[in-house]
C-alpha cells in the first residue's frame, strides 16, 4: 500500500490526531477577499464541514511507496497495464536472441505510443545490455528491458512534499475529459487519511457541472469547497487561498476549466489564474499538476510540452492506464519533456490513484 509519510520538524513533539466531524449542512457565507483590481466577482463559500483548529506541530507530508504483496498494488498496475503491454508481454516466448525480435520490440514500444525517439534510444540501451549480460534467452531479454526501462523513466519518479509552505497551494490543469476533478477528490482523501487539512476552489466557473461535481466531493469529504456561479476563476482561486492562509490549511487545491492548449485566450486566462494567486500568497502555487489521460497517447506528449511552456508545470498525474493501450506515452515524455509523474490512475477506487514508481510500472509493463 502507498501512503503518505510525514516528516515532522519536531520530532520530540507529537501532533494531535485530526479529530472527526460531523456534516453539517452547506451554508454560504461571504469569503475573505484582499482588494485586488482584477477581481471583481466576491466568491461564495460552500462549506461541508466547520473548519478545524491548525496543528501546532509543522509538518512535511511526502508521498511514497511501501513494500507489499504481489496481491496488492502492483497486481492492480499490471492489471491495468495490460491493454498498453499486450505486445510486448507475448515476446519473450522464443529460444533465440535475433534481429526480428528486435523488430518486434520496436513495432510494439511504438504501437504503446513510445515514440520514436524513447523506442530507439531503449533498443540501443538494451542491446548494450544484453551483450554485456551475454544473455542467452528471450526471457532474459525481457527482464533487461524492464531495467532499461526504469532507468529511461527513473527521473520522472519523485514524490510529491506537502508541507514546505503553509498552506501548500496545488493548481490543477488539464484538457477536458482528462479527470481533473475525480482526481482531487481522490488526493484530497488521501491527503485527509494523513491528517492534513484541505480546501478546495472550484476555479472551473465556464462549466457548472464541474462546480457542483467538486461540492459533491467537498460534502462527501467534509471539506470547505470555495466557489462561485459564473464569473472569475481567477476570483476564486484569490479567495481560496486568503482563505486557508487565515483558517489554518494545510493545503489549497485549485480545479480549473478544462482547455485545450490551442486555446491561446483560455491559456492566457490560466496564466492569469497563476499571477493571482501569487498576489494572494507569495510563492504559491506551489505546484501546478497537469492531468492527463493515457488515452490520448501521442497527444498527451504535446499537451505536456504546451501546458509547461505556458505555466512551467511541476508534476503530472496520468490517469486512465487501464482502458488505455497507449501508456507507452510516459516513456515518451521522459525522453522529450522529463516533468515528473507525481501519480498514476489505473480504475475508478480511491486506491487505484498511486504514486509513480518507475521500477514497478517497467516491471509490470513488460510482464515482469
Same mark, same amino acid.
Given at each position: ?101 528486435? !523488430? ?23 542491446? =548494450?545490455?544484453? =551483450? ?7 526471457? +532474459? ?71 457542483? +461535481? ?41 480545479? %480549473?476549466?478544462?482547455?485545450?492548449? %490551442?486555446?491561446?485566450?483560455?491559456? !492566457?486566462?490560466?496564466? =492569469?489564474? =497563476? ?22 497517447? +501521442? ?19 496520468? %490517469? ?27 480504475? !475508478?477506487?480511491?486506491?487505484?490513484? +498511486? ?12 510482464? !515482469?
Amino acid at each position: 500500500m502507498f501512503r503518505f509519510f510525514k516528516r515532522k520538524s519536531t520530532p520530540e513533539t507529537a501532533a494531535p490526531e485530526r479529530p472527526a466531524e460531523a456534516a453539517p449542512e452547506a451554508i454560504t457565507a461571504p469569503a475573505a477577499r484582499q482588494p485586488d483590481a482584477s477581481i471583481e466577482a466576491a466568491p461564495t463559500v460552500e462549506t461541508a464541514a466547520a473548519p478545524v483548529a491548525q496543528d501546532e506541530t509543522s509538518q512535511d507530508v511526502v508521498l511514497v511507496a511501501e513494500e507489499q504483496p504481489a496481491s496488492g498494488w502492483f497486481s492492480r498496475l499490471r492489471c491495468g497495464l495490460r491493454k498498453t503491454g499486450a505486445g510486448l508481454t507475448g515476446l519473450f516466448g522464443g529460444s533465440k536472441i535475433d534481429e526480428a525480435l528486435y !523488430e518486434e520490440l520496436e513495432s510494439a514500444l511504438i504501437m504503446a505510443d513510445a515514440g520514436m525517439p524513447a523506442t530507439t534510444a531503449l533498443l540501443a540501451d538494451l542491446r =548494450k545490455r544484453v =551483450k554485456s549480460a551475454r544473455a542467452e534467452t528471450p526471457a +532474459q531479454v525481457r527482464t533487461l528491458l524492464a531495467d532499461a526501462l526504469a532507468d529511461l523513466l527513473a527521473p520522472l519518479q519523485k514524490p510529491l512534499d506537502i508541507g514546505r509552505q503553509t498552506p501548500t497551494v496545488l493548481m490543477m490543469v488539464g484538457v477536458n475529459g482528462a479527470g481533473k476533478t475525480t482526481t482531487i477528490g481522490k488526493l484530497t482523501q488521501h491527503l485527509l487519511r494523513a491528517g492534513e487539512k484541505v480546501l478546495l476552489a472550484a476555479g472551473d466557473t465556464f462549466r457548472a457541472a464541474a462546480r457542483e +461535481q467538486l461540492v459533491a466531493w467537498g460534502q462527501r469529504n467534509q471539506v470547505q469547497v470555495i466557489s462561485q456561479e459564473g464569473g472569475d476563476p481567477a476570483a476564486v482561486a484569490f479567495d481560496a487561498v486568503t482563505a486557508g492562509r487565515a483558517r489554518g490549511i494545510d493545503v489549497v487545491i485549485v480545479d %480549473t476549466a478544462g482547455r485545450l492548449p %490551442t486555446q491561446l485566450h483560455l491559456m !492566457e486566462e490560466l496564466k =492569469k489564474v =497563476k499571477r493571482v494567486v501569487a498576489k494572494a500568497m507569495d510563492g504559491a502555487p506551489h505546484e501546478i499538476l497537469l492531468v492527463i489521460d493515457a488515452n490520448n497517447g +501521442q497527444n498527451a506528449l504535446a499537451q505536456v510540452r504546451a501546458f509547461d511552456d505556458a505555466l512551467g508545470l511541476t508534476g503530472l498525474v496520468i %490517469t486512465k492506464l487501464d482502458g488505455s493501450a497507449k501508456g507507452g506515452v510516459i516513456a515518451a515524455i521522459a525522453r522529450e519533456r522529463p516533468v515528473p509523474v507525481y501519480f498514476i490512475g489505473v480504475g !475508478e477506487g480511491l486506491d487505484d490513484l +498511486q504514486t509513480f514508481d518507475a521500477g514497478a510500472f517497467a516491471k509490470a509493463l513488460v510482464g !515482469e
